[in-house]
């Protein structure tokens, strides 16, 4: 090949990823105005090459940057019932016939719940959400979760509560709103055309009934999404416009865990730049809302993990409900290292303000060798 012929292609090269670049900068441009992004562009984005994956994320990143600057919305999960639950979604390690090695237990007493609580509060949560396994509360269950919701917002009446009970019926949404709970939690999960798929006891539009129940009732909504359990990208991409046409305050973004003793065991396709794509796809479609890097986070986006806030603006600190998370420490240290503030650590105080979470300079004692060559330890690799 002649200097010429060379010089050519790696200007047409140079060219083709300029263009892929400005492309997602001019949608990002473009929904900064007010423009809506389409099905089409949503599905082109979760299609973007590994290697253009960053460049994705730079331009998402803008209108995180744009709605939220470098803060992050700490929340802390408190499971009031964990396991033992009638319903059979494929994809819980709670579920009907589970044989996960998960804790079971019935419903937390309310001083123990705001105990709990205080643990996430006290390391910079401002929203709590508080969790019970189950198709639905009967009344004498709602009735508990709101006299616990009373008893933690008498004492940290600057947090938020969310709850999520499932399935709720007439006039519940009602009385959780009178007791103090800010936003009510139920997940779409996936796309209607993939839901028959993971779970046969209930429908996607018993979950749309309740999500519309909530916000009927005046509780903020927060609904997101399961990603990795076998969805195609166009079902991924009908699900994230589901949620934006139900207008859900905040999307988490859960990625499965396939626990051993469910149907999706072993069931491990996400890759973390796939995982940053959904992300940046999501931000694209629902830009003003608050985005939150959910379960399985640790497992699925690995090294790319801080990556991910530079997209999303809300994570869920230190354990799920059912799953041991990273170290809450380690949550904090990666808010710092990427530059974010903890959302509300300057008027709350706690942990949030990062005390104790170094800025620069030593973390840890650094370690002297002693293994590897010179020594007679197995070496480091
Ligand atoms: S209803 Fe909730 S707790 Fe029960 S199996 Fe489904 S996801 Fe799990």
Redesign the pocket.
């Known amino acids: 090949m002649s200097s010429l012929v060379a010089h050519l292609l790696n200007s047409v090269q140079e060219m083709a990823i300029l263009y892929r670049m400005q492309n997602f900068q001019e949608l990002a441009d473009r929904i900064l105005r007010g423009y809506q992004c389409t099905e089409e562009e949503a599905l082109h984005l979760l299609k973007c090459s590994d290697g253009d994956t960053f460049d994705l994320v730079s331009a998402a990143a803008r209108l995180r940057r744009h709605h939220f600057g470098n803060a992050v919305k700490v929340n802390y999960l408190v499971n009031l019932k964990s396991g033992l ?1 009638p ?3 494929t ?2 390690s ?3 016939g589970s044989e996960a090695d998960v804790l079971k237990y019935s419903w937390i007493s309310s001083e123990e719940a705001v105990r709990q609580a205080g643990f996430g509060i006290s390391s910079g949560a401002t929203r709590v959400c508080m969790v019970a ?3 639905g509360p009967s009344e004498r269950e709602l009735q508990r979760v709101t006299g616990t919701v009373e008893a933690l917002k008498a004492e940290y009446p600057h947090v938020e509560v969310c709850a999520c009970l ?1 399935k709720l019926k007439e006039g519940q949404a009602e009385q959780l709103c009178q007791s103090g709970v800010d936003a009510y939690n139920h997940n779409l999960n996936t796309a209607e055309s993939h839901y028959g798929n993971i ?1 046969t006891t ?1 429908s996607f539009q018993d979950r749309v009934d309740t999500v519309e129940q909530a916000s009927a009732a005046g509780l903020s909504l927060c609904s997101g999404l399961i990603v990795g359990m076998g969805e195609t990208d166009g079902q991924l991409v009908e699900a994230v416009m589901a949620l934006r046409d139900l207008d859900a305050d905040s999307i988490p973004v859960n990625f499965l865990m396939p626990f051993d003793g469910t149907p999706l065991a072993g069931h491990w396709t996400l890759t973390p730049l796939q995982c940053l794509r959904i992300l940046a796809m999501v931000r694209m479609v629902a830009p003003e809302k608050e985005l939150r890097i959910a379960g399985g986070r640790e497992l699925h986006l690995r090294s790319l993990q801080p990556m991910a806030l530079h997209v999303a603006n809300s994570l869920f600190l230190g354990d799920y409900l059912t799953s041991e998370g990273q170290g809450a420490r380690e949550d904090l240290q990666m808010i710092r290292d990427g530059g974010f503030e903890v959302l509300g650590a300057e008027t709350h105080g706690g942990a949030g303000d990062f005390e104790g979470v170094p800025a620069g300079g030593v973390a840890v004692a650094v370690a002297p060798r002693h293994r590897g060559v010179g020594t007679s330890a197995a070496p480091n690799a």
């Open positions: 639950c319903e059979d979604c994809y819980c709670q579920r009907l396994s189950g198709r499932g779970c209930h």
